[in-house]
């Protein structure tokens, strides 16, 4: 079988796969939900509510059910692509929910990506450059740290020395609350300040999204840092390195210009497995600076017990994790040839 036909058998395979990982989710989720404690009758109505008042919303809302009927009524609304209403905000639509909170996430885990993929490499170069020195006890530190440390922890420090103590910057939020944001074009604010011809409001979105970026992706940096440092350490030891040294190539041009290069491979195919990182860290980061995004609304959702919000945001996270893993198995077959499926 040629590498083209590999590949094509090897995506159709996943994409076969995708939909039986999302009825996983959807299944697991549905039930989790239903096994914490709390009803969200109550937190709609609050707690003093009339019995008979919280009774006939239940039933309105299908929550008296039988579970297995539940189930089966929103396996049959997600099969017609409707991801239900919100139990707590008016019956707004989950897709409104989506596209009305997905943007200021995606701006986020895109400008933390670029910080991960920078301060990693940067550092995993470095500490691999200069094997059982300094800089490479450093390097394994720094992996380590990024790894333990915890996300809120690490936020809340950024926001106590930069915010509250040098105020250099925001403790949270998108933009200004006494500022008009830019007109929604994309609902990303970098993108939509551009579009509108307005660099005070692409600066000031820069501003606002520094230290919330930096939160999540200096965290993130680690997994950049230890594939990076392992793998250019392995490139350095090869063969055709050491014939560039032998000819006198300078090491600064070998190790950006040769052993990089293929030392990256590995970080291509870590980039899948970060987006659902990303998302994951994405929550608390939200949640850490108040930031209007589609996982801050996920943990609101879950503690008011808005079904409906919780199971459309899981579904619609899911999508994205299995479509970024097989675009980069893609890409990362085609940078590649030697990979076979």
């Known amino acids: 079988m040629s590498r083209s036909s590999a590949l094509r058998t090897y995506v159709l395979s996943r994409l076969l796969l995708a939909p039986l990982m999302l009825l996983t989710i959807t299944t697991l989720v549905f039930l989790l939900l239903r096994a914490t404690p709390g009803d969200p009758v109550d937190a709609i109505l609050g707690a003093r509510a009339p019995d008979?008042?919280?009774?006939?919303?239940?039933?309105?809302?299908?929550?008296?059910?039988?579970?297995?009927?539940?189930?089966?009524?929103?396996?049959?609304?997600?099969?017609?692509?409707?991801?239900?209403?919100?139990?707590?905000?008016?019956?707004?639509?989950?897709?409104?929910?989506?596209?009305?909170?997905?943007?200021?996430?995606?701006?986020?885990?895109?400008?933390?990506?670029?910080?991960?993929?920078?301060?990693?490499?940067?550092?995993?170069?470095?500490?691999?450059?200069?094997?059982?020195?300094?800089?490479?006890?450093?390097?394994?530190?720094?992996?380590?740290?990024?790894?333990?440390?915890?996300?809120?922890?690490?936020?809340?420090?950024?926001?106590?020395?930069?915010?509250?103590?040098?105020?250099?910057?925001?403790?949270?939020?998108?933009?200004?609350?006494?500022?008009?944001?830019?007109?929604?074009?994309?609902?990303?604010?970098?993108?939509?300040?551009?579009?509108?011809?307005?660099?005070?409001?692409?600066?000031?979105?820069?501003?606002?999204?520094?230290?919330?970026?930096?939160?999540?992706?200096i965290l993130l940096s680690g997994v950049f840092e230890r594939i990076v440092r392992v793998n250019l350490k392995q490139t350095l030891r090869s063969d055709y390195v050491e014939a560039a040294r032998a000819r006198g190539v300078p090491e600064v041009r070998i190790v950006t210009a040769h052993a990089l290069k293929n030392a990256m491979i590995p970080v291509i195919t870590v980039l899948g497995l970060m987006v659902a990182s990303l998302l994951g860290g994405a929550i608390l980061t939200e949640v850490t600076f108040s930031w209007p995004g589609l996982a801050n609304r996920l943990y609101q959702a879950i503690e008011f017990r808005d079904y409906p919000v919780v199971q459309g945001i899981m579904v619609f996270f899911g999508v994205i994790v299995a479509i970024a893993s097989i675009l980069i198995d893609i890409f990362n077959a085609w940078v590649d040839p030697r990979i076979r499926y």
């Open 52 to 217: 008979e008042v919280k009774e006939a919303m239940r039933t309105r809302l299908g929550l008296n059910d039988p579970l297995w009927l539940q189930y089966v009524n929103y396996l049959g609304s997600l099969l017609r692509l409707d991801l239900g209403t919100s139990l707590t905000t008016q019956g707004q639509p989950v897709w409104q929910i989506i596209q009305q909170h997905f943007p200021a996430t995606v701006e986020l885990t895109v400008c933390s990506m670029v910080v991960s993929a920078l301060v990693g490499i940067a550092i995993g170069a470095l500490a691999a450059s200069r094997p059982n020195s300094p800089l490479d006890a450093g390097g394994r530190l720094f992996g380590i740290l990024t790894y333990a440390v915890p996300m809120y922890w690490f936020g809340m420090l950024l926001q106590l020395l930069f915010a509250v103590q040098l105020r250099w910057f925001p403790i949270g939020t998108r933009f200004p609350l006494a500022a008009t944001p830019p007109p929604r074009i994309t609902g990303l604010y970098l993108f939509d300040s551009l579009l509108e011809g307005n660099l005070g409001h692409f600066f000031t979105t820069i501003y606002y999204l520094t230290l919330p970026s930096l939160t999540l992706g």
